[in-house]
């Protein structure tokens, strides 16, 4: 059975800071995808990394998959309160299971 | 282009009765997938369908079922609603490329579904 750990799951840092998610995954698969989901909202989709070694970047955020490791990670430069939310890394390994979440992690940025 | 249309957006039921969801994917999407979210146990999968088959299942009751049509229109259906069937329902539309192999996943609004 694939798991998918993120971590922290919580997380509230400073505006201007800059930190990073952690994505580790059980089983062999080179397509995971970020996802940011306001409140009471949707999923947005952020990333969509689909090979080793893939790096994508949008605005302050910029999101790495290293697959022999089984590790994405999503990093935040220089955060600002927009980007408050919770995010979520899902892997598909290609099986019968769909997508395969981590549980999210709650990042708060205060000003 | 439009997104993915799911209806109702929120919706009440009483224990035991049944409701079906709808889901509108993104033109020329053929692959459709529903997911379950709640605090407790987060996004879950339920089952994905592909020119009107179901191609994967998650581990969900029988209670749960779905189909899709022709127009790649899919539905979700829950019998006999249990309490914690209360949940956000989301569905994915991908555009499928061959082999389950597809470049991301776009999701609706959800439908937000409180069994009372």
């Known amino acids: 059975e694939l798991k998918v750990e993120q971590n922290p799951l919580f997380l509230s840092m400073q505006e201007g800071k800059n930190y990073t998610i952690y994505c580790n995954y059980s089983t062999t698969s080179d397509r995971l995808y970020w996802y940011r989901q306001d409140p009471g909202k949707s999923l947005e989709s952020l990333f969509v990394?689909?090979?080793?070694?893939a790096v994508k970047q949008e605005g302050r955020l910029m999101a790495s998959l290293d697959t022999k490791a089984r590790l994405s990670t999503l990093h935040i430069t220089a955060a600002v309160h927009d980007l408050s939310a919770t995010y979520f890394c899902a892997v598909d390994a290609g099986g019968a299971d769909g997508l395969t979440f981590g549980k999210g992690t709650h990042l708060i940025i205060q000003p | 282009k439009a997104g993915v249309t799911q209806t109702p957006r929120y919706l009440i039921k009483t224990r035991g009765q049944q409701v079906t969801l709808s889901c509108s994917p993104i033109s020329g999407h053929r692959s459709v997938s529903w997911y379950q979210q709640t605090p407790g146990q987060g996004l879950q999968f339920l089952f994905e369908?592909?020119?009107?088959?179901?191609?994967n299942k998650g581990n969900f009751p029988g209670r749960f079922s779905g189909r899709q049509f022709s127009n790649s229109r899919s539905e979700m259906n829950v019998s006999t609603l249990e309490l914690g069937d209360s949940a956000l329902y989301l569905c994915?539309?991908?555009?499928?490329?061959?082999?389950?192999?597809?470049?991301?996943?776009?999701f609706g609004s959800g439908t937000r579904l409180t069994v009372v």
């Open positions: 994915a539309s991908s555009l499928d490329l061959s082999m389950g192999l597809n470049y991301g996943y776009t």
């Open positions: 990394l689909l090979s080793n070694g």
């Open positions: 369908y592909f020119s009107e088959t179901q191609r």
